[in-house]
C-alpha cells in the first residue's frame, strides 16, 4: 500500500503560509514580506514521504530558481537533500502545478540565477554574508 499524503512542514509558519495555499488552491496572495512564494512537494530523501515546501518565487522564461539558503545558517535545508535524492517534482505556482527536474548550478550559471534571486528576494544577500558556505542553488526546468 503506496502511502500519498502529504505532511506539513514542523515549522509553524510555513505549515500556515502551505495550508492558505491548500485551502486558496493558489500560491496568490501568499507571501514572505510582501514577494511571491511557489509551493513545492517533494519526497524525502529517508523517508520517502511527501512533503510540501513553500520557496521564494525566481522564475525566468518558464524555469525557476531554488535557493537552499536556511536564512544564512551554517547548514544546508532537510529539503536540499530531498531535491538531491528525488529531484523531479512538481511546482505550483499560482493556480498551475507541473512536474520539474531540479538541477544544482555552479559557476558562472549559478552566479547568474544568484542575482536574479537576490533581485526577487534581497534577504538573500544578508543570508549570504551570514555564512561561509557556498549557498547552493538548484535550476528547475520543466520536464519534458
Known sequence: MTDNSVELSPTEWVQDQTKKILEKGTTEGVDVG???I???TLKGAKSGKLRYTPVMRVEHNGSYAVVASKGGADTHPVWYYNIKAN???PLQDGTVTKTYVAR???GDERA???ERSVAAF???AEYEAKTDRLIPVFVL???S
Open 104 to 106: 544544482e548550478v555552479e
Open 122 to 124: 534581497p534577504p538573500y
Open 112 to 114: 547568474e540565477w544568484w
Open 87 to 89: 529531484p523531479e517534482f
Open 34 to 36: 510582501g514577494l511571491p
Open 38 to 40: 511557489v509551493l513545492l
Open 141 to 143: 526546468d520543466p520536464k
